[in-house]
């Protein structure tokens, strides 16, 4: 019962001290209005862009006036409202009008026998895509007409020459082989959206948090804290308290996060325009969203608790890097291994790589994002990650008692196995 209320007290201790700081509020400040920027980001930018509702005149030398004609029809077509062009007979008149700042830049254009259209673009300011864009958009029609009619094909014939073959899916049942659930094309394109999205969630959660723990830990035992807390709480009670304390830290921070994003999403964009698709992200499954926490939660409790251990074997706070850098990298390993899942997820590699406890945070929580393993697949990748957790927490509970009491150069297999019989020694 002592132990538990002294575990409460770390955790609680760990919580506030962090939860008040200067550093975790201005970064759950700074993150919260990245995370409103990227769900309102159309909306911002139509704000700031002012300009963009203001006409912009390019002057059109052309010697054939049907070809500046069709120019001006293609703009409307292309509903460029803001774009206005001006027919000059000469270049003269038209640099003379740049000059004097009447009209933007003018388009030089002449067309070659076989259809080709040769166009030269000047201006006060030549770095304007946008303005550019939308020009290339308008000759490109102009020239496809121009060579379908030097090919002597109609309009409409030479545009079946790019038309897109649309393939139909069809799934076909094996009878010897358990059947998965199979998604459609769009579920799959939103699912990888999604997934790819939580996937970055996952990584940086489970890297910041982890570090944290072991930053915390390393800090006192440098500072010489430890063994003024070492006499009062239990090691255990310390481990397990800093590490669920810095979890419900990351937890309220998440939250704050996802809950800023769903307001972004309620009040604002709720969609993200793909061309031939569009993405809800108010329509995310709760499935995808419970597999997302789960897998966040185990993961972080699998590289914390690991982190606690390493930490607790250093005296120095400038060799906590060092020692954390293998974990780190196991970690953007497993995040390396995820991104190329995205496009493969069903590949062998990746299915082993999903049941490896050290990589099935990311990997499982793709699987099942992108595709749909049987439900036995899931089972056994959440039982092997939390025997796995179940393990290490043991082992770094033993580790850690003696750890923390350790002072030496840094870590080495030598100095683990010693803290490990250092306590029973003691």
Do not use: C
Request: aromatic share 12%.
């Amino acid at each position: 019962m002592l132990l538990m209320n002294k575990f409460w007290i770390v955790l609680k201790h760990t919580f506030t001290t962090k939860a008040m700081s200067k550093t975790f509020i201005v970064t759950t400040l700074l993150t919260s209005l990245l995370v409103f920027v990227v769900f309102n980001l159309p909306g911002i930018i139509s704000y700031f862009d002012n300009d963009q509702d203001e006409v912009t005149q390019i002057g059109v030398v052309a010697t054939d006036n049907d070809f500046y004609n069709e120019m001006v029809n293609k703009t409307e077509t292309f509903g460029f409202t803001n774009l206005e062009l001006k027919s000059f007979v000469d270049e003269g008149a038209a640099l003379s009008e740049v000059q004097n700042g009447n009209i933007f830049g003018f388009l030089v254009v002449s067309s070659t026998q076989d259809g080709h259209l040769l166009a030269t673009f000047k201006g006060s300011n030549i770095n304007d895509n946008n303005v550019l864009n939308k020009l290339g958009q308008v000759l490109n029609q102009i020239q496809f007409r121009l060579q379908a009619n030097y090919l002597g094909l109609a309009e409409q014939e030479a545009a079946q020459l790019f038309a897109n073959v649309n393939i139909d899916t069809e799934l076909v049942v094996n009878q010897d082989v358990e059947q998965k659930e199979s998604k459609s094309q769009e579920e799959i394109v939103q699912s990888t959206v999604l997934v790819y999205v939580l996937l970055f969630a996952i990584y940086f959660g489970v890297l910041m948090y982890g570090n944290m723990v072991a930053t915390e830990v390393a800090k006192e035992k440098s500072t010489r804290v430890m063994e003024i807390l070492i006499s009062s709480v239990n090691p255990i009670a310390q481990m397990f308290g800093k590490i669920l304390g810095i979890a419900l830290l990351g937890l309220t921070q998440t939250v704050f996060f996802f809950l800023v994003g769903y307001l972004s999403m309620k009040f604002g964009n709720k969609t993200l325009d793909l061309g031939d698709m569009v993405i809800d992200f108010a329509t995310i499954p709760i499935s995808t969203i419970f597999y997302a926490i789960s897998f966040y939660l185990l993961g972080y409790l699998l590289y914390s608790t690991i982190a606690a251990m390493l930490g607790s074997l250093i005296s120095r706070i400038e060799d906590l890097q060092q020692t954390l850098t293998p974990l780190n990298l196991i970690i953007v390993a497993a995040f390396m291994i995820a991104m190329f899942g995205l496009s493969a997820p069903d590949a062998p590699f990746i299915i082993v790589t999903s049941y490896i406890p050290i990589f099935t945070p990311m990997i499982m929580f793709l699987r099942v994002g992108i595709t749909s393993p049987a439900l036995w697949e899931i089972l056994i990748a959440y039982g092997l990650l939390i025997l796995s957790i179940i393990g290490l927490a043991i082992l770094a509970a033993k580790v850690y008692r003696g750890g923390v009491l350790m002072y030496g150069k840094g870590f080495s297999i030598k100095n683990l196995k010693k803290a490990i019989t250092f306590h029973d020694e003691a």
